[in-house]
């Protein structure tokens, strides 16, 4: 789909670098967009109400300890 390209200068076929197929198909950087989801998800759970599930998982610490190993049937 991408593949070589003539040279306009020269006139030969070359291979096309990373940055010339980012900047001719311009699709997102994946990287970029994966923080920004991040980010957009922690923001989320900042802003949730004390009250929700959710938000008593990420925050609250479990005062019970739980035993170690499978558990005993009994």
Known sequence: MFGPNRDK???RW???H???LH???CSPNI???NKLRRKRRLWYE???EENRNVYRVLVETSEEKIPLGRPVSG
């Open 9 to 11: 200068v020269i006139g």
């Open 14 to 16: 070359r291979k096309l």
């Open 18 to 20: 990373n940055e010339e």
């Open 23 to 25: 900047d001719w198909c």
């Open 31 to 33: 990287v970029w967009v």
């Open 46 to 48: 900042a802003c949730m």
